[in-house]
């Protein structure tokens, strides 16, 4: 199915590595041209040359999505280049660790124990950065009538995830947001949807028992006790991949599928189900 993506114009945040990777490639080889945004430079030069060296169009730009000023040159520097935005995939984040017996926010990872001063780096990240480029990049959308805006959640932020509370609760701010979003800016056929990962295989799992799985005995048992919490995980014996997530991006943000808006699509082998 052809997802009529040539020539849009996609900034996808936090795109240097891991998912936010996998969807600029995803939306690069449908045509489309991509913004990577990241806040290291080598991650940024590495995918971007990969992206042109397969004949697509990709522009660089590091800038870190906390930083209104950082922002709106990122979006003034794609507008320069392509004349607007089409797309905006808001995938910068914080990992949620996984196995390690500690929760984003710092401490044992019960939130009774969590350290403050580390709240605010989760919570700035995922919200303040949402924010941020969708009121960076909504103006250009309302002026043309046309936009598509994906943040990428967690079923943290569905159904909540103890050791996990402070991340839960920034997941959960962007879907208010999204929905919220969704039912002001439809007048200007923008679509604002989330897409909800589970445990998905990136490398900030490569020293937990998901990367180490099969390589003892030991990390092989925590891998299938991980599988079991999964439907389709049981069956095809793998966690989520990041092109798994790419996939959904990448119909959600095409004309395919222009009467879906405030919804939230979760990509996660049958974890949580929430109707």
């Not at 997802?3 to 849009?8: E, I, P, Q, S």
């Not at 004349?83 to 939130?111: K, Q």
């Not at 439809?186 to 490569?206: D, H, M, W, Y």
């Amino acid at each position: 199915m052809d997802l009529l993506l040539k020539d849009r114009v996609a900034i996808v945040t936090g795109s240097g590595r891991g998912i936010g990777r996998a969807i600029a490639l995803t939306l690069a080889g449908e045509g489309a041209r991509v913004c990577v945004n990241d806040i290291f430079d080598d991650r940024i030069e590495e995918l971007v040359r990969e992206i042109r060296g397969v004949g697509g169009e990709a522009l660089g730009v590091k800038a870190d999505v906390t930083d209104r000023a950082q922002v709106e040159s990122m979006v003034r520097q794609v507008i320069d280049a392509w004349g607007t935005v089409h797309v905006l995939v808001n995938n910068a984040g914080i990992p949620a660790p996984v196995g390690s017996g500690r929760g984003a926010g710092g401490g044992s990872g019960y939130f009774q124990d969590t350290k403050p001063e580390a709240w605010p780096k989760v919570m700035d990240v995922i919200t303040l950065g949402v924010l941020h480029c969708t009121q960076a990049c909504l103006p250009h959308m309302a002026q043309r009538e046309y936009g598509k805006i994906v943040s990428i959640i967690s079923d943290a932020g569905r159904v909540g995830e103890p050791r996990l509370a402070v991340y839960s609760m920034a997941k959960a701010g962007v879907i208010g947001f999204s929905k919220a979003l969704a039912k002001e800016v439809g007048r200007f056929k923008i679509n604002v949807n989330c897409v909800s990962p589970g445990v998905t295989q990136t490398e900030s799992l490569a020293d937990s028992p998901v990367g180490a799985a099969g390589a003892t005995p030991e990390a092989q048992e925590r891998f299938q006790a991980l599988l079991r919490q999964y439907p389709m995980g049981r069956g095809l014996q793998r966690i989520g991949q990041p092109q798994d997530i790419a996939n959904a991006v990448a119909f959600l943000v095409s004309d395919r599928a222009e009467w879906i808006t405030g919804q939230v699509l979760s990509v996660n082998g049958g974890y949580a189900m929430v109707g």
